[in-house]
């Protein structure tokens, strides 16, 4: 149902995303008991790398843990970085294998190109480990020989109760990127990851807090994007200038032209598109976002008399504004 809505241009809507974690569940079920490394000597006989997997005992959730990793890099385009894997040493002289789904590649492909710059899209990124295993001389061989760009194929081996290769998938991914940690010594995306940061669960990373010049300076970038006409008659007619002096003093001049704004898309969706957006549940600034960005304001779009405008109807507009702010500033 459309209803009056309040809606600040300053801020960018949050965009949930659901990241895929079947992976989890199917890379348990496989079973995995180890990793394993090949190398293949090059024309002077040096050892590098070539192949590496996940030695499993279950074919069937093996094929559908690599379903998800597949399909991650198939839906990036091709790119190996869409499977992040990241191995960390342990003080302990242990190591484990950190893996799940890029963040920065999984929002690159789950946001609509045309609301990139107009959401801040909020995720919880989704990690698997392997875990619990002793730095062995094939771990040492495959970290010493690694070459950031040199092709690896990453595949899954069917073992049995003593670890004895049965058979290897067809299906395979080519890596060119895995990334070293030493714990304790950790850098850049390390430090978000669970798995690989223990201290992470310890406290909250701080939250990015827009300035007061910030939201005013984006509000007014995104009205005058999405309501050039009106931004036109707010600056240049005297009817703004005399209803502006009614409206209370505590109000700024971007509010006054942001509660207009709001009032003249309410009404035009009340005339044009009422069933199409609903603004009486969560979401609605998203589902309004995408309305402006499709719909282009034009000198065919519906604009009420001035005298439609009232000291009442732009404070009353001011104040929806005012709580939707309130209340999505803090999120």
């Known amino acids: 149902m459309l209803v009056p809505f309040g809606l600040d241009f300053g801020l960018r809507p949050t965009m949930a995303l659901l990241f895929d974690t079947a992976f989890i569940e199917n890379y348990r079920k496989a079973e995995c008991g180890g990793l394993a490394y090949f190398n293949l000597a090059d024309s002077k006989g040096n050892e590098e790398p070539y192949e590496f997997g996940f030695m499993m005992k279950n074919e069937k959730y093996a094929e559908l843990f690599f379903d998800s990793l597949l399909g991650w890099q198939e839906k990036s385009g091709g790119d190996s970085n869409a499977i992040d894997m990241e191995f960390l040493e342990q003080k302990n002289g242990d190591y484990l294998l ?3 789904p890029d963040l920065r590649l999984t929002i690159e492909r789950m946001v609509p190109s045309h609301l990139k ?11 698997q480990s392997k875990a619990g295993m002793r730095v062995s001389h094939s771990f040492r061989l495959f970290k010493d020989k690694y070459v950031k760009g040199r092709k690896v194929a990453v595949r899954y081996y069917i073992v049995d109760d003593n670890h004895r290769v049965r058979k290897k998938s067809e299906r395979y991914f080519v890596k060119t990127e895995f990334k070293f940690s030493k714990e304790g010594e ?37 009205l005058g994007e999405f309501f050039p006409l009106a931004h036109m008659r707010f600056y240049e007619e005297d009817w703004v200038s005399e209803i ?8 700024s001049r971007d509010q006054v032209f942001q509660a207009i704004c ?19 549940s969560a979401g609605y600034d998203l589902s309004l976002l995408e309305h402006l960005i499709e719909t282009h304001e034009s000198f065919d779009s519906y604009f009420p008399e001035t005298s439609f405008f009232t000291k009442q109807s732009i404070e009353k507009q001011i104040r929806l504004d005012e709580k939707y702010f309130k209340t999505h500033s803090n999120k």
Do not use: C, H, W
């Not at 990851?193 to 010049?213: T, V």
């Not at 709001?262 to 009486?280: G, H, Q, Y």
């Open 186 to 222: 950790l850098t850049g995306d390390s430090l978000y990851n669970p798995l690989i940061n223990s201290e992470l669960k310890k406290g909250k990373p701080p939250k990015k807090m827009m300035s007061g010049e910030d939201v005013i300076t984006e509000r007014m970038k995104k």
């Open 262 to 280: 709001n009032i003249l898309l309410f009404e035009r969706l009340k005339r044009n598109d009422a069933s199409k957006v609903k603004t009486d």
């Open 244 to 251: 502006t002096k009614t409206i209370n003093t505590r109000y």
């Open 98 to 100: 950190s893996f799940g």
């Open 117 to 127: 710059d107009y959401v801040i899209p909020m995720a919880i990124q989704a990690f």
